[in-house]
Antibody, heavy 119, light 110 residues
């Protein structure tokens, strides 16, 4: 059974940094696209970033471009999100999620990790 | 890229049917047959309920169905049950801005 487990969330000051991790198991991690999706308190889901199987292709939402970096370590079956220059509006639960190449939906989701940006 | 438009809330009694709409544009919902729906109970992760407009993953009850007409997709839940009470989010592939979600709809089972 596929499993995604996020970690690394917490409290950060405006302008600060955090690094999220997502440990994957139960599927062939290196073959598939991985994503970060976030949800601000009481709000809807928002796509943040994606990375392909070998890490050579990445895409970002305009709201995080230039501040966030997605990466992966296929040897460790782990996805990362380096978040710099954090803003109050980045406060959200961050989910890592997955799709099979050439599919267009998110089938596996982690439990989420809360990031709070506040002074 | 603007979020897809969903009603803030819908409600129904046990056994009834409810439909949740999801309105996008000709650049997302209207252009691609890649609409998906996710169920989210409070404090939990989203769960895939419908993909590619009307396909159900293994394990999702047949009471859940999806459709699309023009720029609007719909999720219908028939034979409402208490455990269906949750938030429902639609999502569409959008090409150059890969994915766009709706704001979410809170379903209340009366």
């Amino acid at each position: 059974e596929a499993q995604l487990v996020e970690s690394g969330g917490g409290l950060a000051q405006p302008g600060g940094s955090l690094r999220l991790s997502c440990a994957a198991s139960g599927f062939t991690f290196s073959s598939d696209w991985m994503f970060w999706v976030r949800q601000a308190p009481g709000k809807g889901l928002v796509w943040v970033s994606r990375i392909n199987g070998d890490g050579s292709r990445t895409t970002y939402a305009d709201s995080v471009k230039g501040r966030f970096t997605i990466s992966r370590d296929n040897a460790k079956s782990t996805l990362y999100l380096q978040m710099n220059s954090l803003r109050a509006e980045d406060t959200a639960v961050y989910y890592c999620t997955h799709t099979v190449t050439d599919h267009y939906y998110f089938d596996y989701w982690g439990q989420g990790t809360l990031v709070t940006v506040s002074s | 890229q603007s979020a897809l438009t969903q009603p803030r809330s819908v409600s129904g009694s046990p056994g009834q049917s409810v439909t949740i709409s999801c309105t996008g544009t000709s650049s997302d919902v209207g252009k691609y047959n890649y609409v998906s729906w996710y169920q989210q109970h409070p404090g939990k992760a989203p769960k895939l309920m419908i993909y590619d407009v009307s396909e159900r993953p293994s394990g999702v009850p047949a009471r859940f169905s999806g459709s699309k007409s023009g720029n609007t997709a719909s999720l219908t839940i028939s034979g409402l049950q208490a455990e269906d009470e949750a938030d429902y989010h639609c999502c569409s592939y959008a090409g150059s801005y890969p994915w766009v979600f709706g704001g979410g709809t809170k379903l209340t089972v009366l």
